[in-house]
């Protein structure tokens, strides 16, 4: 059962929505490829605002996320399609249906 997640928090610079919309999106495999994310979700929270949302069942499964390719590869893109460093919040997870 998930028991910890992770909410990141991204901001597009301005004219770079699409990218960033286009970025998450092509990360999905990147996911589907990490056995300790159990859950991964993209998705657009304003017009400029965008999240990434993951589930975990283990600690280790969340430091492995952190430490992972699609991390790796939005902080090498960041300085080009964000407005500011993304926000990461550790969540535990307190009732899943």
Do not use: C
């Not at 929505?17 to 859950?39: C, H, N, W, Y």
């Not at 991964?40 to 069942?57: H, N, R």
């Amino acid at each position: 059962m998930e028991k910890f997640a992770i909410l990141a928090r991204l901001e597009a610079k301005p004219g770079k929505e699409s990218e960033v919309m286009e970025f998450l999106k092509s990360a999905l495999p990147l996911a589907q490829d990490e056995p300790g994310t159990i859950r991964w979700y993209a998705l657009q929270i304003g017009p400029s605002t965008f999240g990434i949302f993951d589930t975990f069942e283990t600690t280790d499964g969340r430091t492995a996320h952190l430490n992972g390719e699609i991390a790796k590869a939005l902080m090498a893109n960041a300085s080009a399609l964000l407005a500011k460093d993304p926000v990461l919040e550790m969540v535990d997870l307190l009732a899943i249906k």
